[in-house]
């Protein structure tokens, strides 16, 4: 069965300062992982994928995440967090070998302060 | 169009009557997926189509649920005699195909209040 978590309801970050905001997944064989970010008022945008090749993926408004087949993770990062980064992320699997659609996770409510 | 479309954007229903949410994929997108989002649950699945294959239904919660795709295009969900824990937004998406590469473009949503 495939599965993702998000251990973290709400992560709270300086404007300036790093944000991580962390991902697990569970799948039997190699993982597709998405992240997903819906602004308040707006819906679900996607922001950054990794299928397969280089573990660093870069995706819009300088996010990056980084798959570790080891810890099984996918943890969303960005060097210097904006207050306009606020907003609700979603963490999503699918397992390559099956036809199945995204598992998302509970979401991760990320709080930028100024 | 250029997005997804669903409508409408707004339903409130008494609790008991059946509802119809629609969802217009994006022109050319083979894939389309019926998501809900209530607080604290994150995105559940509901149903997956992908061309004329047999959709994958294992996300309906219940029988009151059902979903279909006419010509491959417009999708409608269905929830037949709503009960309150029915309320949430319901989400759908399209993907230009199933096989997983793709990321999914999300309509805004159906916010559904059953009162």
């Known amino acids: 069965a495939q599965s993702v978590a998000q251990p973290e309801d709400q992560v709270n970050v300086a404007e300036g300062n790093p944000l991580t905001v962390k991902c697990t997944y569970s799948v039997s064989g190699n993982p597709y992982l998405f992240w997903y970010v819906q602004y308040p008022n707006r819906g679900l945008q996607f922001l950054l994928k990794?299928?397969?090749?280089?573990?660093l993926v870069k995706g819009s408004y300088g996010f990056e995440a980084e798959f570790n087949k080891s810890q099984t993770s996918f943890h969303l990062k960005k060097p210097s967090a904006l207050v306009s980064d606020s907003a609700l992320y979603f963490c999503?699997?699918?397992?390559?070998?099956?036809?199945?659609?995204?598992?998302f996770g509970k979401g991760t409510t990320l709080s930028v302060s100024s | 169009g250029a997005g997804v479309s669903q409508s409408p954007s707004n339903k409130v229903t008494e609790k008991g009557k059946d509802v119809e949410l629609r969802c217009d994929p994006i022109s050319g997108h083979t894939a389309l997926y019926w998501y809900r989002q209530s607080l604290g649950q994150g995105l559940e699945f509901l149903i997956y189509f992908q061309g004329n294959s047999a959709p994958d239904k294992s996300g309906l919660p219940s029988d009151r649920f059902s979903a279909e795709r006419t010509g491959g295009s417009v999708s409608t969900l269905t929830i037949q005699r709503t009960q309150q824990e029915d309320s949430a937004v319901y989400l759908c998406?399209?993907?230009?195909?199933?096989?997983?590469?793709?990321?999914?473009?999300f309509g805004s949503g159906t916010r559904l209040t059953v009162v």
């Open positions: 999503a699997v699918r397992e390559e070998q099956a036809g199945t659609a995204l598992i």
């Open positions: 998406a399209s993907s230009l195909q199933g096989q997983g590469i793709y990321g999914y473009t």
């Open positions: 990794y299928i397969t090749g280089d573990n």
